[in-house]
């Protein structure tokens, strides 16, 4: 693994590498063990010869951008974690359209977008992620998602070909798209927002994140929502009803404020999160016949 680390440095440079990195740095659990690998790319062409070299030495590799809709496990990850981050975060706005690369986060494209008076990322001004996942699972938040706004996605295909795709072929429901069961990796969106009114915009941003401090425990480490929404159901209305706000396991916890997020209350371990997040399933489960599926993304060495 050495001479890998070595043969990325050299291509990358000695920062952008680094070996059994802690992913509790990476994500908003702030929990999880250490990759062996941890690969920060500055270009495009620098995602392509990361992957190169991890395929002819055999490494398992993944791509995250924020981490914030991950759980890694306490064992950490064995392999290379690539991660789209702030050195590919360049956003160009032309009129209406915002070209964007991947790693950059959404919070910080809604204020751009607000600045340049442009409306239809105001959904976006509080989730934490990047662009990349935003798009990978079409984030949404108070109405709006991904899909409202994008145009088209380039991705970096599994043979390592860039490829133009537009946002009606990418498939998007709710939190889906095709890009992970494809391989395929977000590099740069191009989106569409409108023309409007900047103080308004500021507004309804101010609106939302009055809405999200007032309803959200943002004061804690989450991912944001655990559970995807059952249809017919909210998962958290589900939680709470099974008497389950404010039940903990080691530092994790249902929230008291709201029951659709577990929360690390300081010191939870991954497996802490894991064992309360079965406990409200099979709750729920025995409760109500209503199986709750993971928003959040468990990855990571059992």
């Known amino acids: 693994m050495g001479s890998v680390v070595e043969a990325l440095r050299q291509r990358l440079g000695e920062d952008a590498v680094l070996a059994d990195e802690p992913m509790n740095k990476h994500t908003t659990f702030r929990t999880g063990g250490p990759a062996d690998i941890f690969i920060m790319p500055g270009s495009f062409k620098e995602v392509k010869e990361s ?17 914030s809709n991950l759980l ?41 977008a607000a600045e340049n008076a442009l409306t239809g990322l105001e959904f976006a001004s509080g989730i934490p992620g990047t662009v990349g996942g935003a798009i990978t699972m079409n984030a949404g938040a108070y109405g709006g998602e991904m899909k409202d706004v994008l145009v088209l996605a380039e991705v970096l295909t599994k043979e390592m070909e860039i490829k133009t795709i537009f946002a009606n072929d990418l498939e998007l429901s709710y939190r889906h798209s095709i890009l992970p069961k494809e391989g395929h990796i977000l590099l740069r969106a191009k989106l569409k927002l409108q023309n409007g009114n900047p103080e308004e915009i500021k507004t309804k941003v101010a609106e939302l994140g009055e809405q999200r401090r007032e309803k959200q425990p943002l004061q804690y480490p989450s991912a944001g929502s655990t559970f995807k929404r059952p ?35 300081g010191n939870a371990t991954t497996q802490d999160i894991l064992d309360l997040i079965s406990f409200c399933q099979q709750t729920v489960f025995e409760k109500f016949g209503v199986h709750l599926e993971t928003e959040v993304k468990i990855i990571g060495e059992i």
């Open 231 to 265: 249809e017919g159901y909210f998962a958290g209305k589900l939680i709470q009803d099974a008497g389950l706000k404010g039940k903990s396991i080691g530092g994790a916890q249902v929230s008291e404020k709201h029951a659709g997020f577990i929360v690390n209350t």
């Open 72 to 112: 890694v496990r306490d064992k950490g990850i064995r392999g290379a974690v690539i991660q789209l981050g702030r050195r590919l975060s360049k956003a160009d706005i032309d009129g209406e359209y915002v070209s964007v690369e991947g790693g950059a986060l959404l919070t910080a494209l809604s204020a751009k």
């Open 51 to 67: 992957i190169c070299i991890l395929k002819e030495n055999h490494i398992p590799f993944m791509v995250i951008g924020n981490g």
